[in-house]
């Protein structure tokens, strides 16, 4: 059973995700929060799988909730999904570098939703599709944060840990990668487990998104 956190600070916004999430038959929501303040406080005192955490709310905001439960730093991090009717660069950026593992826009289907937080309870991160490639292109012309090249990347990494960044960096899933690379699931798994703490990140979107930002490969045109 996946667990789930929501802060929003719209009641009917609040009630609306709970509706929909809580109704799949694998998800149970186990706390709401009208701001980051207490957004923090349930999830440390519940620890969720997952936290859909909103931007623009009193008190502490979404961002600031986002760095407490999974930015650099925190030891046991809890898994957040920004979920926001914001398109604002600065917003997802932002989330981005807090921490967060996905980041998607509250007009996005209800199956896409529901998709995402499994995807992030699962590990994997998620992304508005309609943001991808404008985020990435701008993370690797004005946000490198950690100036590594293609070669120091080549000097972190084993050369089987290279392939799976490559192919992370193209969105393929554990399954695809591993019938590429003609290995077993498992093996990806344990591969990306070893790497990511390599790279400094937490989910395969910020694997993605470093492999990107410093130019182990190029964003697509």
Request: glycine share 8%.
């Amino acid at each position: 059973m996946i667990r789930v956190v929501i802060a929003d600070d719209q009641p009917l916004i609040r009630a609306g995700l709970a509706t929909l999430i809580g109704a799949e038959p694998d998800i149970e929501v186990v706390g709401v929060a009208e701001d980051g303040v207490r957004a923090v406080e349930i999830a440390q005192e519940r620890r969720p799988d997952v936290v859909c955490m909103d931007i623009r709310m009193p008190g502490q905001d979404g961002i600031a909730a986002t760095r407490a439960l999974c930015g650099p730093g925190v030891e046991d991090p809890i898994p957040v999904l920004v979920l926001t009717t914001f398109d604002i660069d600065d917003y997802v950026f932002g989330a981005l570098e807090a921490g967060a593992s996905g980041f998607l826009l509250k007009d996005a289907e209800p199956a896409v939703i529901v998709a995402a937080v499994r995807s992030v309870a699962s590990g994997n991160g998620t992304i508005d599709q309609t943001l991808t490639r404008r985020v990435l292109r701008e993370f690797t012309t004005r946000r490198q944060t950690q100036p590594v090249t293609a070669g120091r990347a080549s000097e972190l990494l084993t050369s089987r840990e290279l392939d799976i960044l490559l192919l992370l960096a193209q969105g393929m899933s554990n399954d695809e990668i591993a019938e590429q690379l003609y290995l077993e699931v498992s093996t990806v798994k344990s591969h990306l487990a070893r790497m990511m703490p390599k790279l400094g990140v937490r989910s395969r979107l910020q694997a993605a998104v470093w492999a990107y930002q410093n130019r182990v490969v190029e964003v697509p045109d």
